[in-house]
């Protein structure tokens, strides 16, 4: 089912909700400072949107390219930054950005996690970092660019 398969390279993105709802994600369009912009994957070649599984939800946001570290400014583009938008938590979906403007905040529980720091959890209740997802761009897209990088989903479905 090309609906539920996980991110694949060379995937665009398309918002998963709001005003741009299934339209395509350009790189452009991803300011520094932005809340969090939540997308599923979409195969170019046919536009299928990936929405057939919820740990495909993704959350992209552009940081400072100079803050990255190691872990992570290799699979930035740009600055932007993909991760799993699922909370390891519990599983809400991840829509805050912090005032520093590279750390998100789950409004579910209070959980932050470092997006310029390969997600690292800076503030409980999750115990595990989010999984990250490299981007490219290409043509002005957000393109995938690897498989995840992590674990997938709430704790406590592992
Ligand atoms: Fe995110 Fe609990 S589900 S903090």
Redesign the pocket.
């Known amino acids: 089912n090309p609906k539920a398969l996980r991110p694949q390279p060379g995937d665009r993105f398309a918002y998963l909700s709001g005003e741009n709802k299934d339209k395509p994600v350009m790189a452009a369009d991803i300011k520094i400072g932005d809340p969090p912009r939540l997308a599923y994957p979409v195969d170019p070649a046919t536009e299928t949107i990936r929405s057939g599984s919820r740990v495909n939800q993704v959350l992209l946001i552009r940081t400072d390219p100079s803050a990255l570290t190691p872990a992570t400014a290799p699979r930035a583009a740009e600055g932007i930054v993909a991760y799993s938008a699922i ?1 390891t ?4 979906p ?1 829509t805050l950005l912090d005032g520093d403007n590279r750390s998100v905040v ?1 409004t ?4 932050r996690f470092d997006l310029a720091d390969n997600g690292a959890v800076l503030t409980g ?2 115990t595990r970092r989010l999984a990250g997802l490299p981007v490219a761009v290409a043509d002005g897209f957000v393109t995938v660019a690897g498989a995840f990088t992590g674990a997938l989903g ?1 704790a406590t479905s592992q």
Do not use: D, L, V
């Open positions: 909370c938590h519990n599983g809400c991840i789950c579910c529980h209070g959980s209740p999750a709430a």
